[in-house]
T-cell receptor, first 115, second 116 residues
Framework: DVKVTQSSRYLVKRTGEKVFLECVQD?????MFWYRQDPGLGLRLIYF???????EKGDIPEGYSVSREKKERFSLILESASTNQTSMYLC??????????????FGDGTRLSIL | AQKITQTQPGMFVQEKEAVTLDCTYD???????LFWYKQPSSGEMIFLIY??????QNATEGRYSLNFQKARKSANLVISASQLGDSAMYFC?????????????FGKGTRLSVIA
């Protein structure tokens, strides 16, 4: 089974802090994704990556950056955390271009609170 | 414009009965894929079922089936014989185009509550 592991289930940080959310997958997947989930808004794409050192902006990249130094690891960075970034963050991965039927495999999520 | 619309924020169903969760989508692509995911209160997203735009038959996976009506651009999830463990958020998602690299776009979700 594919395993996508997010480093923290719950995280509490303060306004202005630099926050790192880590995601690791163990199935040699090329594609990795970061979404945030808010009640009534569903999942919204922040950033994604097709390969090491590559990144693409999603629908809501403002206030975030990402890092992919190794194939298995995709980090989401909140440069200066703000209260409106309190949310559930979900990491996902998938194989490179194996057809449109390819599902994305998700981690358990990180519930981040910014105080 | 929303690409995925789930019009039911919440639904209730009696245990052992069937329930339909609605999903409509908007795309001008001829090739696309539709997905349903389940999210229990624990938070993980569980992939349930997939339907391709060229698939002639409705997809089925155990108690889950997808009522795909291409002309109406709808892809409703049907859960038969509901169980208490089916209580969760359910998300419809779409991938446009042939490439499996395109990220999924999600709807806002429907919260299903199964009553004993």
């Amino acid at each position: 089974d594919v395993k996508v592991t997010q480093s923290s289930r719950y995280l509490v940080k303060r306004t202005g802090e630099k926050v790192f959310l880590e995601c690791v997958q163990d199935m040699d997947h090329e594609n990795m994704f970061w979404y945030r989930q808010d009640p009534g808004l569903g999942l919204r794409l922040i950033y994604f990556s097709y390969d090491v050192k590559m990144k693409e902006k999603g629908d809501i990249p403002e206030g975030y950056s990402v890092s992919r130094e190794k194939k298995e690891r995709f980090s989401l960075i909140l440069e200066s955390a703000s209260t409106n970034q309190t949310s559930m963050y979900l990491c996902a991965s998938s194989l490179w271009d194996r057809g449109s039927h390819q599902p994305q495999h998700f981690g358990d999520g990180t519930r981040l609170s910014i105080l | 414009a929303q690409k995925i619309t789930q019009t039911q924020p919440g639904m209730f169903v009696q245990e052992k009965e069937a329930v339909t969760l609605d999903c409509t989508y908007d795309t001008s692509d001829q090739s696309y894929g539709l997905f349903w995911y389940k999210q229990p209160s624990s938070g993980e997203m569980i992939f349930l079922i997939y339907q391709g735009s060229y698939d002639e038959q409705n997809a089925t996976e155990g108690r889950y089936s997808l009522n795909f009506q291409k002309a109406r651009k709808s892809a409703n999830l049907v859960i038969s014989a509901s169980q208490l463990g089916d209580s969760a958020m359910y998300f419809c998602a779409m991938r446009e185009g042939f490439s499996g690299n395109t990220p999924l776009v999600f709807g806002k979700g429907t919260r299903l509550s199964v009553i004993a």
